[in-house]
């Protein structure tokens, strides 16, 4: 879905195609998308107008199929004559295929500019391999107060997953969208056995995995997010990069940058020609697991999440808080408060949670 995404930003500007719709007929037009999915199964038979198009570089091909009064109405108030009423199965006539054909083309063009324009292949569907995936999108195009159907199907010609993505413009094209992203203070090993061992009233401590460390004199062993300073990681659940910050006053966050976090360690392959089952699964539970401390979590847009750059203060100390939360392996396992023991910081765990 990820790499059809980035083929269907290249062929389809989703967002532009009303707005150049709009200008080319002088009349208000919306679109609305019911549907988006990838398919391998064969679809119904289109029963009105089909069109097939590419990118320049063939990498992607766009089938459009559109119900033959939309085709109609299209070309009569592009050409600014009446629409002729009659049969709405009827075969449209291979001059009203063709109008439809530039009209598609000048959207593209006006939605795209001349850099990504579509270029025409022909009438007809396209034709698909058996079992071959394909993104199927329906909507619905309203124009004035008719309103009509439309479908799209596009083939991915070739991958797309080593193509450079904009992650900036990804980000902004997601407007106010909200993203979390974890605090992470903390990062350590332990066996597969130990975690699963994890129960409450127990005590995890990461050591020399924390990053940040208590400000203020331990009168108690009970420790508190908001006597932190240091540095934490905003970072993905199971994620290898985070955006580094540091705790400032008040709890405020400032943006430090981009950095590798400390990730699971290489395990060694299993050797020898021992097959014994029980050895086996001694092994698999010796493995080492990352053991994630995390104070919370940050939510912005994905607008301001774009925006953000080192020096940058992200004021949402408040929402650093209890309870912490211990994710092993990207997986959420329990919550817990931090206490200290010796001057050491730790999480003593109050609740597991079950993940599914």
Avoid at 277 to 303: C, Y
């Amino acid at each position: 879905m990820r790499d059809a995404r980035r083929a269907v930003r290249r062929a389809i500007a989703e967002e532009k195609i009303a707005e150049a719709l709009s200008e080319l007929l002088g009349q208000h037009v919306s679109m609305l998308v019911s549907e988006a999915r990838v398919v391998a199964e064969d679809g119904p038979v289109a029963q009105g107008v089909t069109l097939a198009l590419a990118t320049p570089d063939d990498a992607v091909r766009v089938q459009v199929d559109v119900e033959n009064e939309l085709a109609r109405s299209l070309v009569a108030r592009i050409i600014r004559k009446p629409t002729q009423l009659g049969d709405p199965r009827a075969p449209v006539a291979p001059e009203i295929e063709g109008s439809l054909m530039a009209i598609v083309c000048a959207v593209a063009r006006r939605a795209h500019g001349t850099r990504e324009t579509l270029r025409p292949l022909g009438p007809g569907a396209l034709r698909f391999a058996p079992g071959e995936r394909r993104l199927d999108v329906k909507a619905m195009v309203s124009i004035g107060s008719d309103a009509y159907f439309a479908r799209l199907m596009l083939q991915i010609r070739r991958p797309f997953a080593g193509n450079a993505a904009n992650p900036i413009q990804e980000l902004l094209s997601l407007g106010e969208l909200p993203i979390e992203l974890p605090v992470v203070a903390a990062s350590s090993m332990t066996r597969t056995v130990d975690a699963y061992g994890f129960a409450p009233g127990d005590v995890w401590m990461p050591g020399d995995g924390w990053s940040v460390r208590r400000t203020d004199q331990p009168s108690s062993r009970r420790a508190s997010p908001s006597s932190l300073t240091g540095d934490v990681v905003l970072a993905p659940p199971g994620g290898e990069r985070g955006i580094r910050a540091r705790i400032g006053e008040g709890g405020d966050f400032v943006v430090v940058g981009v950095e590798t976090t400390r990730h699971d360690a290489e395990v060694k392959a299993m050797s020898g020609n021992q097959d014994d089952s029980t050895a086996t699964s001694e092994v698999v539970l010796d493995a080492p697991l990352v053991v994630r401390v995390e104070l919370g979590a940050v939510t912005l847009t994905a607008r301001e999440w774009a925006a953000l750059r080192p020096g940058d203060v992200i004021e949402l100390g408040r929402r650093v808080s209890e309870p912490v939360v211990l994710r092993i392996a990207g997986i959420l396992v329990a919550q817990g408060e931090l206490v200290d023991i010796e001057g050491e910081l730790g999480v003593r765990i109050r609740e597991k949670v079950k993940s599914t």
